[in-house]
């Protein structure tokens, strides 16, 4: 299964409670279709007591069982606490974006999203002729011989 097609049959459950165990989350899920792996996130902070951080992922094996399982279990009780269940979102590159350590217009997806050459803009402009220098004259222009700053003395 490609990485795309595992994240359309993987659904979020957030709202869990500390005793929860990813057998609890099998059993819960199973009714829904083959599953194919329970994720349950330990929790990473030196000082946590808490033996996961409140969410897990469950991975079916079809996306539609994935659907059903959102559909059902979306808003219920579990573990006396109410589980937030959604599709699953792929997880962000740390190479892409703007939590990246690299500027975004040296990124790949940028470049290619926002790059435009000037027969693009002369393209969408819908003129064939190259602009004239639309700028406005340079203000500096004729103080060059000028040595000395302040009115010109009479």
Avoid: C
Avoid at 85 to 91: E, G, I, L, N, R
Avoid at 95 to 121: C, F, I, P, Y
Wanted: charged share 25%.
């Amino acid at each position: 299964m490609t990485d795309s097609a595992r994240w359309k049959a993987t659904v979020y459950v957030g709202g869990l409670a500390s005793l929860v165990t990813t057998a609890n989350i099998h059993d819960a899920f199973i009714p829904f279709g083959e599953i194919a792996d329970v994720s349950l996130p330990k929790n990473d902070a030196p000082n946590a007591t808490d033996p996961h951080r409140g969410f897990a992922y469950v991975e079916f094996e079809d996306p539609e069982d994935a659907k059903e399982a959102i559909d059902n279990m979306d808003q219920s009780e579990f573990f006396g606490r109410i589980l937030k269940v959604s599709a699953a979102k792929p997880p962000k590159s740390a190479e892409e974006g703007l939590g990246s350590k690299t500027a975004v217009w040296k990124q790949e997806g940028w470049l290619a999203q926002n790059a435009v050459g000037e027969e693009d803009r002369l393209a969408a402009s819908g003129t064939d002729q190259v602009p004239q220098d639309d700028r406005p004259d340079d203000p500096m222009q004729g103080l060059e011989g000028l040595d000395v700053a302040g009115p010109k003395p009479a």
